[in-house]
């Protein structure tokens, strides 16, 4: 995963990465527990970017992998066609933490606004162009030569699982259409429906709405 980073996510983008911010460098680890993120240093403009090993173990299994964002992103936002599976979950994984670096290097990480639409944006875009296939097929042909198993066998998730997991409290979304389409946050998620918060004009206000026609969608 490291490797693939470096070479089909970082060399691609390094070169506009440092025009935002020259001498910037990328620094790729695999850490000894469940903490899967990416990290900037100032003083040395380096991005980190940490690949928990528990995380690894985690999502081979449908029951422990269901609970990962990965698992609502791909499933939510249709990538790799909404197939969940140890290779795309781990390819995903890659392309999820790029987007961060992405996100950091164009000034739009934020306390408080980190899974924003700026974040969304150029993950759809590393989906969009390519670059998250190719690092798909890097990992599947680097672990065929090492001889290691990366399942391409599409998990079976509950399907109540798989609408309430994909969904967590703080979560931007969408809800009805056109002129009656709104946006908020989910505040609490309920077993059949989510709570959301629309701010408007009228002050705050709170929605039950099923799981089904929730849309991630951008803070209100």
Known sequence: MCQATRDI?????????????????????????????????????????????????????????????????IRGKGYFGGEVSVLNL???????????????????????????????????????????????RFLAEKAQTLGIDLPTTVFALPAHAIEQRRWQAGDPVSFGNGAHRKIGQIVRVNRKTCTVVVSGRAGALHYRVPLALLKPGPAS
């Open 9 to 73: 996510l970082w060399t691609p983008a390094k070169h506009s990465v440092r025009d935002r911010n020259p001498n910037a460098r990328l620094a790729l680890r695999v850490g000894s527990g469940q903490a899967t993120y990416h990290r900037f240093d100032p003083r040395e403009k380096k991005h980190l970017i940490n690949y928990g090993s528990k995380m690894i173990v985690a999502k081979q299994r449908p029951e422990t992998a269901q609970g990962w964002l990965s698992t609502r992103e």
């Open 90 to 136: 781990l390819a995903h994984t890659c392309c999820h933490e790029f987007a961060h670096l992405l996100q950091h290097s164009a000034g739009q990480r934020h306390y408080g606004s980190v899974h924003n639409r700026y974040f969304y944006g150029f993950l759809d875009e590393l989906h969009r162009n390519g670059s998250a296939t190719a690092t798909r």
